[in-house]
């Protein structure tokens, strides 16, 4: 096992040891000294010389090579042409005259033909030189890419070193055969992704252990499982569970997708349920996969039917749905994975292609059927469809019809009192089918038993909320009932509410609501409870995280659609324009009577009419639902009934407001609608709550199964939602806890300079880019704006003597930590990029912290680095003078290593000027005076080196003319001659254009005369600016 502090070496050996030694790779060797491809074109030829000639060995590779190479069209499209050609083959001749034979550059049927290898420190220099840790081979291609950090680095660091090697600026032509890119420690373990995934989407492996008789697994998963009990360390189980030879290329042929411009892999839930479902299937039986909602239900489903239709040539696969959404989402996503699926347009349409063997996948809407006048989404109108869509099957069905093919039915929300319905109607039609149902909720005890007889035999795989929270793939849900009733029907609760609402805001925050309180008490009294609800939810965008900063909107989910539109017109009338209402009604003149027959109906009518302007329903519901989910402060607010409550992902949305009876299934939907992550500030989902869903609710929430959960068992919605207030006080407590173990390294007696040196290191003897005190300070970072958040909330509520007393107590430890973070944020160098604190962080300040406990950030919007040391100069004849000396030798080093590469002579120069100042000043050589003297000298040169008098006046006030001058021996002459050359040569977006940048080295060859010098002065010519 690692130790703490173990160099990157000691891990990068413990794991290539991994490699040879248990799962039998071969080693490249380290190959850091020699340039190198994503095809080992040597270890390929000997690989596919056992199996063809060598006149179709050179073009296949040949073919290979091309593809590889060819990046007009961005790395994604040639990633996927190669991964095209690896999985099925190149079609290559002999000889013109020959029949094509492919070639397979991989036995994709037996693991023990192919060898598998690894290498290490693999040198890669297309743009830039880089070197990842280790890179997987399978017969000379390169598959994956590892990049390994001691314990005491996250692995967030080498997921972005990932991202970095296969930019434009470095070594994307090496990742257009990559698959995996890894990022591990023995600390964190192992995060694994592919070409292009954003770091927040890297995902974590984790091994499915259930092995029962209902729920076998496959021998390959038994064999790992059985070797991983024997290696403790997190890092070394997941690596042999993803690298093991038969598992890796099952998750390379099997569970890769490009999907519409993005390429993914899958996570570990889907695998494991595919992997059981196949097992299922190779037994002619059906079941039920279960996982929860935002775990990727519609991308198994894929990755399922198409192995289904990869492996039994004669296989069918109808997916049956019920919602227009999903409908529309599976035709996009199968057509965004290059699979051709029909969508079917009547019950005679889907028998008619039943009966042909065309359509090998197909998509069958049922709530088309028997809603001529709208679709209705309860239970009633669901079931009225099921028989609709029976009937229409049935009265297209011809005599002695029997199905082409052998059909799988994917029948999605199979958790629906209905699925029995169609079970019988399908067997109708489809007699031999196997039926697998998709679930993203639990299932009613009352139909349990009945979903599982219908779905025989039962379970295939299951993925409960709590284990998605664990893993990260969804937020948790905090939950809070608002009483307005009460509020409305007593007058006396309406000073208290207003306490209750402005208890933990600052003076200033309370005077702004207070100037609007004569409006809200006349609002309250009148007792209309949509007025009440609409300014309470006003209030939120003003108080709420995310809500108030723009980042995050909502949801509100009404009883109706005239109670939606209601809505709509009080929203507006208040100022707040931002929202829209969502749901089927389309206004049509021709369903109007009189206005006295339909009061309901008119209203709905104009308030549409007023919102839609020229546009048409389907075109405003489209953009509004683009603006929720791209431009969240420019849709706050999306007002529904039952429309997007299911099937709609919007990250954005951090609230849901429910005024409206639900339970079961459709709460369940509902209220994850706001678990999908969506950066940092996005720690949970909130669930607010106008109706009392649960009752009691300290008891409701214990065992989930009173109130609007009571159709479920227990340990089907364990760690669902908590209540809000409490969770947050935990969370408080905990990060206040996290930040106090941050800090408790730092030594007595712990003034500014201990925690200075703790976080920065010791100015003059290196520490500041150790990437073990940027992960410190990052941290320290992160947890100060967790814990704000997290303050804020717990604040923004204080209803008892208990949190008051609790706010009272953390409020000083808030306050140290904002301070902690500006001292090292400022003697770090960071402040220039953090601004004091992140744009989110401004109006909780503001809004719940007292003023006084931290500098605005506006103070820091223009501060310039001398204004920073001139700044911290006062300080140099304080008790803290060392602290300030090391916080502005700290800043001058960062700056000086920024600009080192736009003149390396100049600012070396620097840099050792520094190094002879902190020497003087360690020494007790120099008065701290002088010494601001010469920092705020050193500053102006480095900032402002035009005003050095050492230029000559021709060079002083050109970027490009300086370097030259500084780097080329300080002649003038050279310096202009090169300049000119550049500017007569250079055409715009030169850089990383090798045709455009020959011909400047050409121009400059010219005057240099040496290609070494040509290559050194180029690379100052790509800093420059002002080319």
């Not at 079961?664 to 009392?692: E, M, P, T, W």
């Not at 409020?811 to 960071?830: C, H, Q, R, W």
Request: a negative charge; hydrophobic letters at 35%.
């Amino acid at each position: 096992m690692a130790k703490i502090n173990d160099a990157e070496r000691k891990t990068q050996d413990h794991v290539l040891r991994l490699f040879q030694r248990e799962l039998d790779y071969e080693y490249y060797g380290n190959l850091r000294k020699q340039v190198n491809s994503n095809i080992m074109v040597d270890k390929l030829r000997a690989f596919l010389l056992k199996s063809y000639s060598a006149g179709i060995v050179d073009r296949a590779i040949a073919e290979l090579q091309k593809t590889a190479a060819n990046l007009q069209q961005g790395l994604y499209k040639a990633n996927q042409e190669v991964y095209s050609l690896l999985k099925y083959g190149a079609k290559v001749k002999e000889n013109p005259e020959d029949s094509e034979t492919t070639v397979y550059f991989i036995d994709w049927e037996h693991s023990r033909n192919n060898e598998f290898a690894v290498a290490e420190e693999v040198t890669l220099r297309e743009k830039s030189e880089r070197r990842p840790d280790l890179v997987v081979y399978i017969n000379g291609i390169a598959l994956a890419v590892i990049e390994l950090k001691k314990s005491t680095v996250s692995v967030s660091q080498g997921i972005r070193q990932n991202r970095s090697n296969e930019s434009e600026h470095f070594n994307k032509p090496f990742f257009t055969t990559i698959q995996f890119e890894m990022a591990g420690s023995s600390a964190e373990g192992l995060r694994y992704g592919t070409i292009e995934t954003h770091e927040k989407y890297y995902l974590e492996w984790r091994n499915d252990t259930d092995n029962t008789e209902a729920q076998p697994m496959d021998d390959v998963s038994l064999d790992i499982l059985d070797k991983c009990a024997s290696l403790p360390d997190k890092l070394d189980w997941q690596l042999f569970s993803m690298f093991h030879k038969r598992r890796l290329l099952d998750l390379l042929h099997n569970f890769i997708v490009f999907d519409k411009g993005i390429k993914k892999v899958c996570r570990h839930n889907q695998f494991f349920g595919i992997k059981k479902a196949q097992l299922k299937l190779n037994k002619g039986q059906g079941g039920i996969i279960w996982h929860t909602q935002g775990s990727g239900k519609t991308l198994t489903m894929v990755w399922l039917s198409k192995w289904i239709l990869a492996n039994n040539p004669n296989a069918r696969v109808l997916i049956i749905t019920d919602r227009d959404e999903l409908d529309d989402q599976m035709e996009k996503v199968y057509k965004g994975v290059d699979e051709n699926v029909v969508r079917t347009k009547s019950g005679a349409d889907l028998i008619s292609r039943l009966n042909t063997t065309q359509d090998r996948l197909i998509c069958s809407l049922i709530h088309k059927f028997g809603n001529r006048k709208g679709i209705d989404n309860s239970e009633k109108g669901i079931k009225k469809s099921i028989e609709k869509y029976i009937e229409e099957l049935k009265a297209a069905l011809p005599k002695n019809f029997k199905a082409k093919g052998d059909f799988v039915i994917f029948v999605d929300e199979c958790h629906r009192t209905q699925s029995g319905l169609l079970r019988t109607a399908m067997e109708t039609v489809l007699p031999k089918a196997i039926h697998i149902g998709f679930t993203g909720t639990p299932l009613l005890v009352k139909d349990k038993k009945t979903s599982i007889e219908v779905f025989a035999p039962g379970y295939i795989h299951t993925y409960k909320y709590d284990e998605a929270v664990v893993d990260g793939v969804v937020l948790d849900l905090r939950y809070e009932a608002r009483d307005v009733d009460q509020i409305i029907t007593q007058q006396a609760k309406i000073d208290d509410y207003f306490k209750i609402k402005t208890i933990g805001l600052n003076e200033a925050a309370r005077a702004k609501l207070k100037a609007k309180w004569g409006q809200m008490q006349m609002l309250y009294s009148s007792r209309d409870r949509l007025e009440v609800i609409a300014k309470d939810i006003i209030e939120d965008f003003d108080l709420k995280p995310r809500l108030m900063d723009g980042s995050g909107n909502a949801m509100l989910v009404a009883d109706s659609i005239f109670s939606a539109c209601r809505y709509y017109e009080i929203f507006q009338s208040r100022g707040f324009k931002q929202c829209a209402i969502i749901t089927s009604f389309v206004p049509l003149p021709g369903n109007l009577r009189t206005e006295a027959e339909d009061a309901e109906e008119f209203k709905k009518y104009e308030v549409y009419t007023e919102m839609l302007g020229t546009q048409s329903a389907e075109d405003f519901e489209k953009e509004a639902k683009r603006k929720f989910i791209e431009e969240p402060a420019q849709m706050k607010l999306l007002i529904v009934v039952d429309k997007l409550l299911t099937g709609f992902d919007a990250p954005p949305c951090s609230f849901l407001y429910i005024d409206k009876s639900m339970q079961d299934h459709g709460l369940f939907q509902a209220i994850c609608r706001v678990n999908r992550l969506d950066g940092d500030s996005k720690q949970f989902g909130y669930i607010v709550d106008y109706k009392q869903l649960f009752g009691d609710l300290k008891g409701a929430l214990e065992k989930y199964t009173s109130g609007a959960f009571e159709g479920y068992d227990a340990e089907d919605i364990e760690g669902m939602i908590h209540d809000r207030v409490d969770e947050a006080e935990k969370q408080l407590l905990q990060t206040l806890e996290e930040l106090d173990d941050l800090c408790g390294g730092v030594p007595a007696p712990r003034e500014e300079i201990h925690y200075l040196h703790y976080f920065c290191g010791e100015s003059g003897v290196g520490g500041l880019d150790d990437e073990s005190y940027a992960r410190s300070r990052e941290k320290l970072y992160r947890l100060t704006n967790k814990l704000i958040r997290c303050f804020a909330e717990v604040k923004g509520d204080v209803t008892t003597a208990h949190i008051a007393d609790l706010c009272s107590w953390v409020e000083p430890k808030v306050g140290f930590y904002m301070a902690l973070k500006e001292t090292i944020g400022n003697a770090s160098g960071d402040f220039i990029d953090l601004k004091s604190y992140e744009q989110d962080m401004r109006r909780l300040i503001d809004t719940y912290i007292r003023s006084e406990d931290s500098r605005k950030i506006g103070e820091f919007d223009d501060f310039t680095l001398l204004d920073f040391v001139e700044t911290q100069g006062e300080n140099l004849e304080g008790k803290n003078k060392e602290s300030a000396a090391e916080a502005i030798e700290n800043n001058i080093r960062k700056k000086v290593v920024e600009k080192i590469l736009i003149n390396p002579i100049y600012y070396e120069n620097m840099s050792a000027i520094l190094d002879e100042l902190i020497k003087k000043r360690r020494e007790g050589a120099i008065a701290y005076e002088k010494l601001l003297e010469q920092y705020i000298d050193l500053v102006k040169k480095s900032e402002s080196p035009e005003n050095n008098t050492r230029y000559p006046e021709n060079i002083r006030h050109s970027s490009a003319l300086r370097a030259f001058y500084d780097n080329c021996g300080e002649d003038e002459v050279l310096a202009l001659a090169l300049h000119q050359a550049v500017l007569n040569s250079k055409e715009n977006q030169f850089r990383h254009n090798e045709f455009k940048e020959r011909r400047i080295k050409k121009a400059m060859l010219a005057i240099l005369k040496n290609k070494d010098e040509v290559e050194r002065i180029y690379n100052i010519v790509v800093e420059q600016g002002e080319y």
